[in-house]
């Protein structure tokens, strides 16, 4: 199963990329890190859409059968940087396609107001996106080794097992129309 996971936060060496890559390397996955494909901002200019990033970025996920999103918590939703590059997806690339989420917070103000705009958005691609859903506070790291602390391990296992429950299922239920 290939699960794409999509790294929302910009800043490098923050929490969102510490986490993004702990689960690549811990799962083997391959990610995508918003700050390095520099996607413009969407003004709906049809050349837009011909850009060689942005071609490319649609074409990983569409052949994902999953998708990992993980965003900072920014004035109540998640990076306008990660909505931006959402804008440039359609439902040909997420129609039922499972959608796990994981949201970084400061502490303190929690992290449910990302992960509820993230859903509000992949339902608007009739993305499937899966019930589990985390936050990470910054307690939850180990910034030593660039790890998680045990019990937010469990979590994020957890989370990655019950997304590849649902995109076995996807694949076992949806039969694609040609």
Not at 46 to 54: C, D, H, N
Not at 76 to 85: D, I, P, R, Y
Request: net charge negative; proline share 5%.
């Amino acid at each position: 199963m290939d699960i794409l996971v999509i790294n929302g936060g910009m800043p490098k060496g923050g929490r969102t990329e510490l986490l993004t890559q702990f689960i690549a390397k811990e799962y083997r996955l391959p990610y995508i890190n918003i700050s390095e494909i520099q996607l413009p901002l969407l003004t709906g200019e049809q050349e837009q859409w011909q850009l060689p990033a942005v071609i490319s970025f649609k074409k990983k996920v569409k052949a994902a059968d999953g998708l990992i999103l993980i965003s900072p918590e920014y004035h109540g939703g998640m990076s306008g940087a990660l909505k931006n590059t959402l804008d440039y997806l359609t439902r040909e690339e997420l129609n039922h396609k499972p959608v796990a989420l994981l949201a970084t917070a400061g502490g303190g103000k929690g992290g449910i107001n990302c992960l509820n705009n993230m859903r509000t958005v992949m339902r608007g691609f009739y993305a499937n996106v899966i019930p589990k859903q985390i936050i990470l506070d910054p307690d939850c790291f180990d910034y030593e080794d660039g790890t998680l602390l045990e019990e937010s391990r469990d979590l994020v296992t957890k989370l990655v097992d019950e997304l590849n429950m649902y995109v076995k299922m996807s694949h076992t239920l949806i039969v694609p129309r040609e």
